[in-house]
């Protein structure tokens, strides 16, 4: 079989997570990630036994702290067929020309805009609109997190009216710049917040308003979901349909927090400690006077991960059909 040559541009939080899952499918090559900086991700990377490229400006740097670089970012996108751009938000939008030069596939965070792409991804919703695609976006954590309870509910129940509150972690574990340390921040307090119109670049037609507080934390984002469904139905018809998701998992058995959750992430032997799946207490879905309630935690570093995988085998028309690329993704990382 043709493997699929990919690139990752930009080695942090999202890239080296998208880097190992490429790593692991037997349709895809892995052939290479661009590093700005000669940190320990990048010794890391050489140890993986990746080729590490970087800016032309940087490769002097690079190789002055002893680290060989196999060429430029010009050069890896040269020779890929599709790049994965997970640079800082708004970073990726300014290398849209230099994919468009070399002609190739390239994939956004949720960290653009969506008109960057006019193709926003969620696998388990709109597959089929990537089919083929040049460009494409996968959602943030949290709109990934929200689609993936949404779309099967929608598609089931029909959800008249969605409304989340967001519960953010402030940072990345990594991070050890950004706050708050001791407050509650609304966040944006502006109401709305743009969590719910991101969610409609995905799931046009759903009527969601969203609001989001960042806490002093950095361990997953918990949403409370409050929902009225069009048709009548039971907790335990929700609990049902939620349950035949692949990437939701229930949590209970002591299972009280996000730190549990992130625990049993590392008893699992995740890598990283990663967590892909949506973790819903199943014991909080409830119908309360007509309308549904429940909370799940998103584990914010990784479950955008397999959807990556999933958008590269759509826009390379490697699988048309997105349960079977699901399924694939799923075996391979061990979800
Ligand atoms: P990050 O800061 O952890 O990693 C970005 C990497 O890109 C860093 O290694 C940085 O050195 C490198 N970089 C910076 N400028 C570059 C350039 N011009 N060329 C190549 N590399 C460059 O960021 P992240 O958290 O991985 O976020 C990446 C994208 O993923 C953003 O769009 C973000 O919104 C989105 N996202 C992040 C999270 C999260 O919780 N971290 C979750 C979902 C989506």
């Known amino acids: 079989m043709t493997k699929v040559k990919v690139a990752i541009n930009g080695y942090g939080t999202i890239g080296k997570r998208v880097a190992d899952a490429v790593a692991l499918q037997d349709d895809m090559e892995l052939i290479g990630v661009a590093k700005t900086r000669p940190n320990f991700e990048t010794v890391m990377a050489k140890d993986k036994g990746f080729n590490v490229y970087t800016l032309a400006d940087r490769v002097e740097v690079m190789e002055k702290e002893g680290i060989e670089v196999s060429g ?7 020779a890929a067929d599709v790049v994965v751009d ?23 965070q949720g960290g653009e805009s969506h008109t960057l792409t006019g193709c926003s991804f969620n696998a388990e919703t709109n597959y089929e609109e990537a089919l083929g695609k040049d460009f494409v976006r996968v959602v943030s954590c949290n709109t990934t997190g929200l689609c993936r309870v949404l779309s099967p509910l929608d598609k089931e129940f029909g959800v008249k009216k969605a409304r989340v509150t967001l519960l953010r972690r402030a940072a990345d574990p990594g991070d050890i710049k950004t706050g708050p340390i001791n407050a509650i921040v609304p966040n ?12 409609k670049t995905v799931i046009p037609n759903i009527n969601i308003a969203t609001t989001a507080v960042k806490l002093p934390t950095t361990l997953m984002h918990l949403h409370t979901v409050n929902l009225e469904l069009e048709k009548e139905c039971t907790a ?13 998992r229930f949590v209970g058995q002591g299972i009280t927090s996000t730190a549990e959750i992130m625990e049993l992430a590392k008893d699992l032997g995740r890598p990283r400690g990663d967590m892909w799946e949506n973790c819903i207490w199943n014991e909080s879905i409830t119908m309360y006077e007509g309308e549904l309630y429940f909370f799940q935690a998103i584990h914010q570093e990784s479950d955008v991960i397999p959807e990556n995988v999933d958008a590269i085998r759509a826009m390379m028309e490697l699988e048309s059909d997105a349960s079977r690329s699901i399924e694939i993704t799923n075996k391979t990382m061990g979800i």
């Open 72 to 78: 430029t970012v010009e050069e890896m996108i040269e």
């Open 188 to 199: 944006p307090i502006k109401l709305p917040s743009h969590h719910g119109p991101d969610v």
């Open 86 to 108: 997970c640079t800082p938000g708004k970073v990726g939008a300014t290398n849209k020309d230099l994919y468009e030069k070399a002609g190739i596939k390239a994939i956004w």
């Open 236 to 248: 335990e018809d929700v609990e049902s349909v939620l349950a035949e998701q692949s990437r939701v």
